[in-house]
C-alpha cells in the first residue's frame, strides 16, 4: 500500500502540474505566442506520459490486490486497504484535478477551433471567396453571393 500512496501522491502532484500547463497553454493561445505554444504543448506531453505511467503503476497494484481498476473496483480497494480514508481523500483531489484538466484542455481545443475558423474566414475574404453566404436581390429573393464575389486587389 505505500507504493500506492506513494505513487498516487505523484500522480496528485503531476495532476497540478498538468493544470498550471494548460492554463499556460490558454495564455499562449490567447496571446498568440508560437513559440511559447510549442513549448508549452511539449511539457503538458511530457506531463501525460508521467501521468499514464504512473496509472499504470496503480492499476497493477490495485489488480494484484483482487479489484479492478473501476470506480467500483476502487472503492473495494480503498475499503479493503485504507482504514484513515488518506488514500481515498488523495485520490478524490485526483479526480478532481484530472477533471479540471479535461474541462481546460476541452477550452484550449476550442480557442484553437475558433481561431482556425477566424483564420479560414479572413483567408476566404482576401481570396475573394466569401463562402456560402446568401444576398437577396431587389425583389427581397434570396441569391447565392458568391457569384459576384471579387478578391480585396479587384474591389
Given at each position: 500500500?505505500?507504493?500506492?500512496?506513494?505513487?498516487?501522491?505523484?500522480?496528485?502532484?503531476?495532476?497540478?502540474?498538468?493544470?498550471?500547463?494548460?492554463?499556460?497553454?490558454?495564455?499562449?493561445?490567447?496571446?498568440?505566442?508560437?513559440?511559447?505554444?510549442?513549448?508549452?504543448?511539449?511539457?503538458?506531453?511530457?506531463?501525460?506520459?508521467?501521468?499514464?505511467?504512473?496509472?499504470?503503476?496503480?492499476?497493477?497494484?490495485?489488480?494484484?490486490?483482487?479489484?479492478?481498476?473501476?470506480?467500483?473496483?476502487?472503492?473495494?480497494?480503498?475499503?479493503?486497504?485504507?482504514?484513515?480514508?488518506?488514500?481515498?481523500?488523495?485520490?478524490?483531489?485526483?479526480?478532481?484535478?484530472?477533471?479540471?484538466?479535461?474541462?481546460?484542455?476541452?477550452?484550449?481545443?476550442?480557442?484553437?477551433?475558433?481561431?482556425?475558423?477566424?483564420?479560414?474566414l479572413t483567408l476566404r475574404i482576401l481570396s475573394g471567396?466569401?463562402?456560402?453566404?446568401?444576398?437577396?436581390?431587389?425583389?427581397?429573393?434570396?441569391?447565392?453571393?458568391?457569384?459576384?464575389?471579387?478578391?480585396?486587389?479587384?474591389?
Amino acid at each position: 500500500m505505500s507504493q500506492f500512496i506513494q505513487s498516487l501522491e505523484c500522480s496528485v502532484q503531476l495532476s497540478l502540474q498538468l493544470e498550471r500547463t494548460l492554463l499556460d497553454e490558454t495564455r499562449a493561445i490567447e496571446m498568440r505566442d508560437p513559440d511559447d505554444l510549442l513549448r508549452v504543448v511539449a511539457d503538458k506531453q511530457n506531463l501525460v506520459v508521467q501521468l499514464e505511467a504512473e496509472t499504470g503503476k496503480q492499476k497493477q497494484w490495485v489488480e494484484l490486490a483482487g479489484h479492478t481498476f473501476t470506480p467500483v473496483g476502487m472503492a473495494k480497494f480503498f475499503a479493503s486497504f485504507d482504514q484513515d480514508r488518506r488514500s481515498l481523500d488523495r485520490w478524490s483531489s485526483l479526480r478532481e484535478s484530472i477533471a479540471r484538466c479535461d474541462r481546460l484542455n476541452q477550452a484550449n481545443a476550442r480557442l484553437i477551433e475558433r481561431d482556425r475558423q477566424r483564420i479560414n474566414l479572413t483567408l476566404r475574404i482576401l481570396s475573394g471567396d466569401d463562402g456560402f453566404s446568401t444576398t437577396y436581390n431587389l425583389r427581397g429573393s434570396r441569391e447565392p453571393g458568391g457569384l459576384r464575389s471579387r478578391s480585396i486587389s479587384q474591389a
